[in-house]
């Protein structure tokens, strides 16, 4: 590690990048293949009364349109397997995949797609956490995760609230929201299967999670693991955005199914439609100083919408309670983090996993204290900060590299001669 800190090391994939070299999944071909396409829904709650799919498998160079009825186990999700293949009836989400069909190129096997008639019923969508979360309604995913549409929920609490309120000279309370974001990575989703010589699956596709989609695909399929082979190419770009499995799992069937390589690749659009996003989550906080600038008591209340379906959040709701006080002592605090359904677009993995959207909020608290207290935003995270000893709102001691106190009076003098503009 000391040969790496602070040294100019060449990233082992730079070669490839800088000259072209490097592979994606959309760069692959195999003679013989075969395009893949997915119908997806436009509606974001509704049922499916009927669909009527003759005239796609009747379109001459069409190899293959699959259904729900297709999939052997029409089930997966890396925490539960909560999320269909294809839908078999009970859309939740704009995007849902319904079908997929398989064409000697990308263009007839639009126009195959979109000769599939589709009869729907539209049922009443959940848009809002808190609407979600009330008593009666509607729950989403009731064979899975029973009656409500709560399904995680994480409380935690340190030392005593009542007894911190007591102590409080200042109390601020605020609400706090941050919005779904889009990872937009610069490759959209490609991948590129077939069946080998051998008869296995063999996957290629730029993947953070090759072994889960290995297993993943070997259930859908409802064959042995050890009959796929996922092999993961150059990444154009990731941020959490592919450690839930896309495409691999349609192309693999598409494959299985005719014996001819597939390839499928994502438009922006359709990449926008397909993945998951970032968690919005609505924060209420109400924080307490003593006059002398010290942090005494914190509530706070964290509410996560996971879309429609689970994906990761119950670990990134997790990451929000654990790190929703910051990196500062609060010797008194209670924390609730929920993660709820709705039929917005679902929601995972992305860059901080949880631990970002709470600064806005815990960050806002202490500005706000230090203006009602008359301290500069510098001076009451000093008197806060986590040093060398501290605990955590969740009892871990911290035993050492502690490094905050530094970093921030390395970075004093600028921030005192930026006040002192002011």
């Known amino acids: 590690m000391t040969s790496v800190i602070g040294s100019r090391v060449v990233r082992e994939d730079a070669w490839g ?17 075969i395009y893949g396409v997915v119908l997806r829904s436009p509606h974001s709650h509704a049922r499916i009364l009927s669909m009527d799919v003759r005239k796609a498998r009747e379109l001459p160079g069409v190899a293959a349109v699959l259904t729900a009825a297709d999939v052997p186990r029409n089930s997966h999700g890396v925490l539960y397997r909560d999320q269909p293949v294809l839908v078999a009836e ?23 797609a979109g000769l599939v008639e589709i009869e729907y019923e539209p049922l009443p969508a959940l848009f809002d956490t808190e609407e979600a979360m009330r008593p009666g309604a509607s729950p989403l995913h009731p064979e899975v ?10 409380p935690v609490v340190k030392g005593d609230l009542n007894k911190g309120w007591e102590i409080a000279d200042v109390v ?35 993947t953070q999670y090759p072994h889960y989609d290995r297993g993943e695909i070997a259930h859908a399929l409802g064959i042995k693991v050890s009959r796929v082979q996922v092999k993961t190419l150059s990444i154009g770009g990731s941020f959490g955005g592919r450690e839930d499995i896309s495409l691999q799992l349609i192309a ?29 989550m609505s924060m209420h906080y109400k924080t307490g100083a003593t006059r002398q600038g010290k942090l005494v008591a914190l509530e706070a209340r964290i509410v996560g919408d996971a879309g429609a379906y689970a994906s990761w959040s119950p670990n990134i709701l997790r990451k929000a309670a654990i790190h929703a006080t ?44 230090a203006q009602e207290l008359g ?21 871990q001691l911290l035993s050492g590299s502690v490094g905050l106190e530094e970093c921030l009076q390395k970075v004093a003098p600028f921030l005192r001669q930026e006040e002192d503009k002011e």
């Open 90 to 112: 009970h859309i939740r989400m704009v995007g849902d995949p319904l079908l997929a069909v398989g064409a000697e190129s990308l263009e007839l096997a639009r126009e195959a």
């Open 172 to 206: 601020v309370e605020r609400d706090y929201s941050t919005q779904m974001v889009d990872h937009a990575f610069l490759q959209p989703e490609a991948v590129l299967a077939h069946v080998d010589a051998r008869g296995n699956l063999v996957i290629q596709v730029s």
């Open 17 to 33: 990048k800088v000259f072209g070299q490097a592979q994606y999944p959309a760069d692959l071909n195999l003679p013989g293949q």
């Open 145 to 154: 995760h029973g009656l409500s549409n709560v399904f995680y929920h994480l």
């Open 326 to 369: 910051g990196p500062y002592e609060i010797p008194h605090l209670r924390v609730d983090s929920y993660a709820v359904f709705t039929n917005n677009p679902w929601t995972g993995a992305m860059r901080g996993f949880g631990a970002a959207q709470p600064v806005l909020a815990y960050e806002s608290q202490m500005d706000i204290l």
């Open 375 to 395: 301290l500069s935003p510098l001076e009451i995270r000093l008197r806060n900060i986590f040093r060398t000893g501290s605990v955590t709102a969740t009892g």
């Open 252 to 280: 693999a069937m598409l494959a299985y199914k005719t014996l001819r390589p597939v390839k499928m690749e994502n438009s922006r659009e359709e990449s926008f439609y397909s993945h998951c996003k970032r968690h919005p």
